[in-house]
Structures are given as structure tokens and as C-alpha cells.
């Protein structure tokens, strides 16, 4: 019952043998803290903006990432993708960039050009009797700048337009 001149046994000792001390190899322990102070000195948990996650994935907030930011954001801008879709908008570019350089000129008229953007659609949809639409969009701009003044103005308009009591008809060509 000799396996190769080592009995079976003995093959399986040395197998459970070196498994065991392979184990203990590998087996890492961690060191305990002396004091509770120590503890908390040495973990320091803190949320990153932003600007800090971006800054790590490339390089510091340059002047060609913000260029190309820009860029996207002007783009979106020109196609109405003013605060939708997530992650692909002219709102979110802007406020990428001023995240990096919060008095840049360009994001801060970019912003300003979406609030009239929404304000403009939202007097569209006050003209055409479309009022919940028209509060929809005004929201919006609302949401990009609250202070706006061009919003005091456009919901006065709406409000006018609600209380002309004109009568709208929406007419099918079929």
C-alpha cells in the first residue's frame, strides 16, 4: 500500500500538514490601537466636494478641462438640454465649472441664459394657454436662480394671463 515509497497516510498528514502552515502564512493580524485618542486620530473620515473628486481623476482644474466643460455646457445650452438629461446639461456643466472657478464669467452668464431660456418658454406657454406648463418652466428657472428678477416679471405675466379670462381652443388640422 506504498504510493510511490510514501504511505497514504503519511502523504495525507503531509498535505493537512502544509495547508495548516500555509494558512498561517497568509493570516495577517492587525494591530490594536493603544488609546481610543490614537483611534480617532488616525481615522478621519470627511465627504470630498465635487471639485476634490474631479481634481484627483485629472489634472487640478485646468484651464483645457474647464475650456472643454465649457464647451459641453454652450452645446447643451444651444440644444435646450437646459437642466435634463442627468448628467448631459448645460446647468450641470456650468456648475462644474464653477466649482472649480466659482467667478468664471462664462458659467455665471451660462446659468443666467438658462433662467431666461425657461423664462421665454414659460411666457410661450402663458400666450398659448398652456398655465401649468408655464408654472412648470418657471419652477425650473426658479430652481437654476431664485432671485432672479425675470421670474417676478414672467409670473406676473402668467398670473395676468390666467385672470384675463380669454378663452383657449386648441385646433386640429385632421
Known amino acids: 500500500m506504498k504510493s510511490g515509497g510514501i504511505p ?31 483611534t480617532e486620530q488616525a481615522i478621519q473620515i470627511r465627504t470630498l466636494s465635487e471639485a476634490e473628486v474631479i481634481r484627483g481623476a485629472s489634472a487640478n482644474g485646468s484651464p483645457r478641462m474647464i475650456a472643454d466643460l465649457l464647451f459641453a455646457a454652450l452645446q447643451a445650452l444651444d440644444a435646450d438640454r437646459l437642466l435634463t438629461p442627468m448628467n448631459d446639461n448645460a446647468h450641470d456643466r456650468f456648475q462644474r465649472v464653477l466649482s472649480f472657478d466659482p467667478d468664471n464669467v462664462i458659467a455665471l452668464e451660462g446659468l443666467e441664459d438658462i433662467v431666461l431660456r425657461y423664462v421665454e418658454l414659460a411666457q410661450d406657454a402663458s400666450r398659448q394657454g398652456l398655465f401649468e406648463e408655464a408654472e412648470t418652466l418657471l419652477g425650473r428657472a426658479r430652481y437654476v436662480n431664485p432671485a432672479h428678477p425675470a421670474i417676478v416679471e414672467a409670473g406676473d405675466l402668467l398670473q395676468a394671463e390666467k385672470d384675463s379670462g380669454d378663452l383657449f381652443f386648441e385646433l386640429n388640422a385632421g
Open 8 to 38: 497514504r497516510l503519511s502523504l495525507r498528514l503531509l498535505t493537512v500538514v502544509g495547508c495548516g502552515v500555509l494558512l498561517v502564512a497568509c493570516a495577517t493580524e492587525t494591530p490594536e490601537p493603544e488609546t481610543a485618542a490614537e
